[in-house]
């Protein structure tokens, strides 16, 4: 019996000995999808200069471990987003920034087809339980007014009916500013795209806090 309790001691010693050499679970890497149109895509850009690098590289420096995967393409509509929302899913992402808007401003679409696009993105994504940061976009002035009221109001709307994380307006401190655009006055340089990653960062350091469940 003495004999039995011995090795039994000597086996729980090695068990308590290997859990301590092996130290905490390593912690799972967030992975963002960045869904959005040229300026997710970085239009202009080196691939180091996209908004999507930037941001993962500041959401690192401050202490997060994340991927941010650039799922942007140029020229793309809220119709063109919502198409193909499904095959960016492949990419299995445990949260989304969804950018998207600026081209169907440019073009006039009627805002109740950008609000259902939306609204198909946004639901598809709380279906696959996955937390967005909203980025909001204003119409040109060139519009109008009442047209430039209505398409603000759609972010707006869905961001209270969905319970994303919302950010008013993508371009916040670049838009309209010469010296943080590229030569057609739309695209953000790397300067402009320092500062939308300084602007966003807090609020996408909110959906890293939701992507982990805290």
Same mark, same amino acid.
């Given at each position: 019996?003495?004999?039995? $309790?011995?090795?039994?001691?000597?086996?729980?010693?090695?068990?308590?000995?290997?859990?301590?050499?092996?130290?905490?679970?390593?912690?799972?890497?967030?992975?963002?999808?960045?869904?959005?149109?040229?300026?997710?895509?970085?239009?202009?850009?080196?691939?180091?200069?996209?908004?999507?690098?930037?941001? %993962?590289?500041?959401? %690192?420096?401050?202490?997060?471990?994340?991927?941010?995967? $650039?799922?942007?393409?140029?020229?793309?509509?809220?119709?063109?987003?919502?198409?193909?929302?499904?095959?960016?899913?492949?990419?299995?992402?445990?949260?989304?920034?969804?950018?998207?808007?600026?081209?169907?401003?440019?073009?006039?679409?009627?805002?109740?087809?950008?609000?259902?696009?939306? !609204?198909?993105?946004?639901?598809?994504?709380?279906? $696959? !339980?996955?937390?967005?940061?909203?980025?909001?976009?204003?119409?040109?002035?060139?519009?109008?007014?009442?047209?430039?009221?209505?398409?603000?109001?759609?972010?707006?709307?869905?961001?209270? %009916?969905?319970?994303?994380?919302?950010?008013?307006?993508?371009?916040?401190?670049?838009?309209?500013?010469?010296?943080?655009? %590229?030569? !057609?006055?739309?695209?953000? $340089?790397?300067?402009?795209?320092?500062?939308?990653?300084?602007?966003?960062?807090?609020?996408?350091?909110?959906?890293?806090?939701?992507?982990?469940?805290?």
């Amino acid at each position: 019996m003495r004999r039995i $309790n011995a090795v039994l001691r000597f086996a729980a010693g090695i068990a308590i000995l290997s859990l301590t050499l092996a130290g905490p679970a390593a912690a799972e890497t967030i992975r963002i999808l960045g869904f959005g149109d040229s300026l997710m895509a970085g239009y202009g850009l080196a691939d180091e200069d996209a908004f999507p690098t930037r941001l %993962q590289a500041a959401l %690192q420096a401050a202490g997060h471990d994340v991927i941010v995967i $650039n799922a942007g393409v140029s020229g793309d509509t809220t119709a063109g987003g919502a198409a193909r929302l499904a095959w960016s899913l492949s990419e299995a992402p445990d949260a989304a920034i969804v950018e998207l808007g600026a081209n169907d401003g440019l073009r006039g679409i009627p805002t109740a087809d950008t609000r259902q696009n939306l !609204d198909a993105i946004l639901t598809a994504l709380g279906e $696959n !339980d996955i937390p967005v940061l909203f980025a909001g976009m204003y119409a040109p002035p060139n519009m109008g007014k009442e047209y430039g009221a209505d398409f603000a109001a759609v972010f707006e709307d869905l961001a209270a %009916q969905h319970e994303v994380i919302f950010y008013p307006f993508f371009l916040d401190g670049v838009a309209g500013d010469l010296a943080l655009n %590229q030569a !057609d006055g739309i695209h953000p $340089n790397r300067a402009g795209v320092d500062i939308l990653v300084e602007r966003i960062l807090p609020y996408a350091e909110k959906l890293v806090v939701r992507a982990k469940g805290e």
